[in-house]
């Protein structure tokens, strides 16, 4: 079959989606975007940009890198629209992130984008976790996935260092009662050791589509990428104070 690029009217989901978003490529000096991971499917050419975010600390840090893929599927774009206002919070306030390099995928299967009950299931294309892994390859100092389930609580799941399960802890007792922000209720952490990536899965309920409920999600993972900066900095100024796992 030959391979075509993609027609304009099988863009039309993505461009709705980003629009509002890749606007802030065009002022923001720390964030661009690259299609990094096309797809073909049936003969055509399908991809979402890749958002690399560089915090603007002291050129000289030696940064870690961070992943961050949304899992939108044939049913749902709602972890896509989670990522893409993290996006939107981050630009408007890069300090957040000061310490890290985010590598961002908000749309990891966009044929099912375009294609919606047409396009096939995550568990029925191995392609797709295929890309996942080449991308979470680029990514060596953490991951986070955001995926939508049918279940009734907002999960966080994965293994960290004790110091960010401790910074987390405080973060939750800090904004437990802010309004705007919304916290998993459902915890599954465990120590990581020093020299491993750590890793997180968000699992946000389906019915949670809302503008109020994901604008939610999408602070708390901006909250959750400022703690881990603010570790790294105190890290920094204090060496000797790191805890051992």
């Known amino acids: 079959m030959q ?3 993609l027609r304009p009217e099988l863009r039309k989901n993505l461009r709705d989606l980003l629009q509002g978003y890749v606007e802030h ?3 923001s000096s720390h964030l661009t975007g690259r299609i990094d991971f ?7 050419k399908y991809g979402a940009p ?15 890198v961070i992943g961050l893929i949304g899992w939108n599927g044939p049913q749902t774009s709602l972890p896509s629209q989670v990522l893409l206002q993290f996006i939107e919070i981050l630009t ?4 957040l992130a000061d310490s890290s390099v985010l590598r961002i995928l908000p749309v990891a299967n966009p044929v099912a984008l375009e294609l919606e009950a047409d396009a096939p299931e995550r568990g029925e294309w191995d392609l797709l976790d295929r890309l996942a892994d080449q991308f979470k390859d680029q990514s060596a100092d953490g991951w ?3 995926e939508s389930a049918d279940v009734p ?5 994965g293994e960290i260092s004790p110091d960010l399960i401790d910074e987390l802890s405080t973060l939750a007792e800090i904004f437990r009662d802010r309004p705007g922000l919304i916290l998993p209720t459902d915890l599954d952490l465990t120590p990581s050791r020093a020299d491993e990536r750590w890793q997180l899965k968000l699992v946000v309920p389906s019915f949670w589509s809302d503008s109020a409920s994901i604008h939610g999600v999408a602070r708390f993972v901006v909250r959750l990428v400022h703690a881990h900066s603010e570790l790294l900095a105190r890290k920094r100024r204090h060496p000797q104070r790191q805890s051992s796992p």
């Open 25 to 27: 490529c065009e002022f």
């Open 92 to 95: 408007q306030h890069p300090r």
């Open 153 to 157: 609580e907002f999960s966080l799941s």
């Open 38 to 44: 096309p797809i073909y499917y049936q003969g055509f």
């Open 144 to 146: 986070i996935e955001v």
């Open 50 to 64: 890749v958002f690399t975010h560089l915090g603007p600390g002291g050129k000289d840090q030696d940064r870690p």
């Open 3 to 5: 391979i075509q690029t």
